[in-house]
């Protein structure tokens, strides 16, 4: 082993945590082009110490997903488009392999998932500004200062005029999305990630780690109640609690912030009612789920073995042609898996969702429950963005596909360091160690913390 190849593995892990790290605080047309270009770095380095990048039985699921989804451009009637959406399914997956196959050590998934907590706290820092200084310039006489919401909103304007076909770029004036192209998608990000900045504020053993974990928590929670998400509300709730439930050492550190949940939906939920005091706004989206859903049933009933193709345009056409509404998507993201994939994507969808709910019951029990905990957090994760699915069509952008990939991938290299199936760099096959109860801070470690500083 030479000093070239260690320095090498562990530029590549840089890499990838810058990418984790600071790709999605970028628009949604920059941030796939880092898991790209990084893949191919990867690759050569991965090759040059003798590893193979393995996708495993979970990723050959989702391969076969994704080429059904190319493959429907040939029916869709939007042949570019469909094609075009499959192949963006497939760049984002490099995330998958990337991380999948990098994270392969304690230390490494620990600092990956604290560059995800930094990137969840600063995108729900941003949505908190946006919210707040729309509300003050609002409701405040002689304060005049509103950032701009989508933060990107300029830029986005003049990109999404460049596609030869249209993207819907709206302002949003009370609802934050911070650096993403509206609230229901920056919502889905921080569904996923806010429980692992809780999580970490619980389990980590460094104090500093742990405290930074609890302000990106804070403000990934905030960030969540600005987007003025009802679905978004119920689907953080539900994976709190999942993580609330599953020890009582994570019960009584997070319960407190369950009360920021409980005094802060109520209150935006009124500043949302005060916008629009006759409450028309939420009859009419609720409405228009309805008919939306109602018409996208329809498709699929029409459409039944294969679906109508990849992509949301088939559907966006259908939507305003039968019921005059301008949505481009199910609103729902299994109903929109049925609607372009047929009973043939739903067959598909329903395999993958086995091999995953398989692979974490196996993360719980494997070497005497060592891992549980991070099976926990996976599972609260996936629970809250099942739940926000129900509401909003949840992988429709590139960074809501990539944010997705990261639980997929961060799943993935947790489970083949419990099987021991994990690939190691040169520099690390002799110092691996499993995760054990010593890993997590306890209530004895954290009374000893101000004696040892």
């Known amino acids: 082993m030479t000093v070239t190849v260690v320095k090498d593995d562990k530029k590549i892990f840089m890499w990838l945590l810058g990418i984790i790290g600071i790709s999605f605080i970028l628009p949604e047309y920059i941030a796939p082009l880092f898991v790209f270009f990084f893949y191919i770095p990867f690759l050569i380095h991965f090759k040059k110490t003798g590893r193979n990048a393995k996708i495993g039985n979970f990723g050959k699921a989702f ?20 094609s075009l959406i499959g192949l963006l399914w497939m760049g984002c997956f490099l995330f998958y392999i990337e991380i999948a196959n990098t994270v392969n050590t304690k230390s490494k998934l620990k600092n990956a998932i604290s560059a995800l907590n930094i990137s969840s706290g600063i995108i729900g820092l941003i949505a908190v500004l946006e919210f707040a200084t729309y509300n003050l310039t ?4 002689g304060f005049n200062f509103t950032i701009s919401n989508p933060l990107y909103y300029s830029i986005n304007d003049w990109i999404f005029g460049l596609f030869p076909f249209e993207i819907i770029n709206s302002p949003y004036l009370s609802r934050a999305s911070a650096t993403f192209d509206n609230p229901l998608i920056l919502a889905t990000f921080l569904i996923i990630t806010t429980p692992f900045c809780a999580f970490s504020s619980v389990y980590f053993k460094q104090s500093k780690h742990r405290k930074l974990s609890r302000i990106c928590f804070a403000f990934s929670l905030l960030g969540i109640l600005c987007t003025e998400s009802r679905g978004a509300y119920i689907a953080i709730a539900l994976s709190l609690i999942t993580l609330l439930i599953s020890n009582k050492k994570i019960f009584k550190k997070l319960l407190p912030f369950m009360f920021v949940l409980a005094v802060g939906i109520p209150l935006t939920i009124a500043l949302r009612y005060k916008s ?18 109602q018409v996208c049933t329809d498709l699929f009933k029409e459409h039944w073995l294969v679906g109508m193709g990849a992509g949301t345009e088939n559907i966006h056409q259908e939507i305003i042609a039968r019921i005059g509404i301008n949505r481009t998507h199910a609103h729902n993201l299994f109903l929109e898996v049925a609607t372009e994939g047929g009973i043939i994507g739903i067959a598909i969808a329903v395999f993958i969702i086995v091999v995953f709910a398989k692979n974490l019951f196996k993360l719980f029990y494997l070497k005497n429950n060592a891992y549980r905990p991070y099976a926990v957090l996976y599972t609260s994760s996936i629970i809250g963005f099942i739940a926000m699915s129900l509401y909003e069509h949840t992988l429709q952008s590139p960074k809501e596909m990539m944010i997705f990939f990261v639980l997929l991938g961060f799943t993935e290299a947790t489970l083949r360091m419990a099987e021991g199936t994990i690939q190691l760099s ?28």
């Not at 391969?63 to 040939?74: A, H, Q």
């Not at 609002?138 to 006489?141: G, T």
């Open 63 to 82: 391969m076969v997903y994704m080429c059904y989804m190319l493959i429907s451009g040939i029916w869709s009637k939007t042949h570019i488009l469909s």
């Open 138 to 141: 609002k409701y405040f006489d």
């Open 276 to 293: 629009n005091s006759s409450g028309n706004e939420f009859l009419a989206s609720n409405n228009n789920r309805f008919a939306i859903w």
């Open 426 to 453: 040169p520099d690390e096959e002799n110092i691996f160690e499993d995760f054990t109860e010593q890993d997590y801070i306890t209530d004895e470690d954290e009374e000893k913390e101000p004696i040892t500083k």
